[in-house]
C-alpha cells in the first residue's frame, strides 16, 4: 500500500529550477477559483518544481494562479498575486499536518479569500481515522492508536501493539498519512518490528503523525494501482474509461470537496481501497497533465 500525498517538501539546496513548456491552448477555465502553489525558492514567481507543470498548464488556460513562500508560512502569509476578496482557493502543494493546514485556511480568510477545502475537511481525508469508518467495507481491516502527549518513547504504544495477534496475519505499518519509506519497508510479523517501522516513520518525518495505523494485509496484485480523483462530488478517472463503481459509490458517501481515492486489484478479482487522502495534497501519479488540469478547472 503506497501513500496517497505529496512528499514533504525537501530542502531547497538540493534543487534545481525546472521549467516546463506544456501545450494548454485546448484547455478552458470553467471557474475563477484562485489556485494557489508553494513557490520556488530559485524563482519566487514560478511554481515549485513537482507543481510547475500544473501552475503553467492553469495560468496558459486563462485560470487565476498564485505563489507562497512554503517556508515561511507560520511567519507570514504573502501570495502573489494577492488573494482578492471572494476568491475561492484551491490549494495544490506539499502536504501539511492540520494545525499548519489550519493556519493558511486563516491567513487566506483574513485577506478576504475563501477555501475550497475547510480544515475538518481536509483532516478528514488526510488522516486516515476520518475516511476509515465510511469505507470500511472497501479496505483492509484496519487499527489505530492515537499518539498520547507524555508517551515519547513509546512505551503505551507498544503495549497497545502487543495485544494484537502477530500470528493468524502480518500488519502494514504507518501513522495517520504515510508508511515507512526506507528499505526496511512497512510490514511486520512481529511487536518488534512494528515498533521498528513506527520508529524509523519517526525519524524520518520528526514525529509520529497522528498516531500508529496498522493494516491487515491481503494479496494484491502487482501494478494495477489506479488513482481516481473526487471533486465536488464527480468521481474522475485518468482514462476516458469509466469509473469504478466502488469510487462512485465512495463519491456518495465521503462527504468533502477533493480527494484522491487509491484503487488496487485484490488476487481473487476484487477491486480494493487502498487509502483516501485529500486531493489538495495529492501527486497527479500517472495522469496525463492535460487532463489533470481540465478536472481541475471543471470541476
Given at each position: ?8 517538501r ?7 529550477l525546472?521549467?516546463?513548456v ?8 470553467k471557474s475563477?477559483r484562485?489556485?494557489?502553489?508553494p ?16 501552475f ?22 504573502k ?25 493558511m ?6 485577506k ?9 475537511q ?16 472497501f479496505t ?6 492515537p ?6 518513547k513509546?512505551?503505551k ?12 496475519n ?15 519497508g512497512s ?13 524509523r516513520i519517526?525519524q ?13 494485509v491481503?494479496?494484491f496484485l ?29 463519491a456518495?458517501m465521503v ?7 487509491d484503487t ?5 478479482g ?6 483516501i487522502?485529500?486531493g ?8 496525463p497533465?492535460e ?9
Open positions: 500500500m503506497t501513500g496517497s500525498s505529496l512528499a514533504f525537501p530542502s531547497a539546496t538540493t534543487r534545481k525546472e521549467l516546463c506544456v501545450n494548454s491552448n485546448n484547455i478552458e477555465p475563477e484562485r489556485f494557489l502553489f513557490c520556488n525558492p530559485l524563482d519566487e514567481k514560478q511554481a515549485d518544481e513537482p507543481f510547475q507543470d500544473e503553467i498548464a492553469l495560468k496558459d488556460a486563462g485560470a487565476k494562479c498564485s505563489v507562497f513562500d512554503f517556508d515561511d508560512l507560520e511567519f507570514g502569509f501570495p502573489k498575486p494577492k488573494i482578492q476578496p471572494d476568491d475561492s482557493v484551491m490549494y495544490r502543494g506539499w502536504m501539511m499536518e492540520p494545525n499548519t493546514y489550519a493556519g485556511v486563516t491567513q487566506i480568510k483574513a478576504g479569500g475563501q477555501v475550497l477545502t475547510n480544515v475538518a481536509y483532516t478528514q481525508c488526510h488522516h486516515l481515522p476520518g475516511w476509515y469508518e465510511a469505507c470500511r467495507q483492509p481491516e484496519t487499527v489505530w492508536y499518539l498520547e502527549e507524555d508517551d515519547d513509546y512505551h504504544l507498544k503495549d497497545k501493539i502487543a495485544l494484537l495477534d502477530f500470528d493468524e502480518p500488519y502494514f505499518v504507518k501513522d495517520y498519512v504515510k508508511s515507512n519509506s526506507d528499505s526496511y510490514f511486520a510479523a512481529s511487536v518488534e518490528q512494528a515498533m521498528d517501522i513506527v520508529r519517526s524520518y518525518r520528526g514525529t509520529l503523525e497522528g498516531g500508529a495505523v496498522l493494516r491487515q491481503e494479496d502487482p501494478d494495477t494501482e489506479v488513482r481516481y480523483f473526487v471533486l465536488n462530488g464527480n468521481a474522475y478517472g485518468p482514462k476516458e474509461e469509466d469509473v469504478p463503481d466502488m469510487v462512485k459509490t465512495i456518495a462527504d468533502a470537496p477533493f480527494y484522491s481515492v488496487i486489484m485484490r488476487k481473487d476484487t477491486l480494493r481501497l487502498v487509502e487522502g485529500d489538495q495534497v495529492s501527486d497527479k501519479k500517472t495522469w497533465l487532463r489533470f488540469v481540465q478536472m481541475l478547472l471543471d470541476g
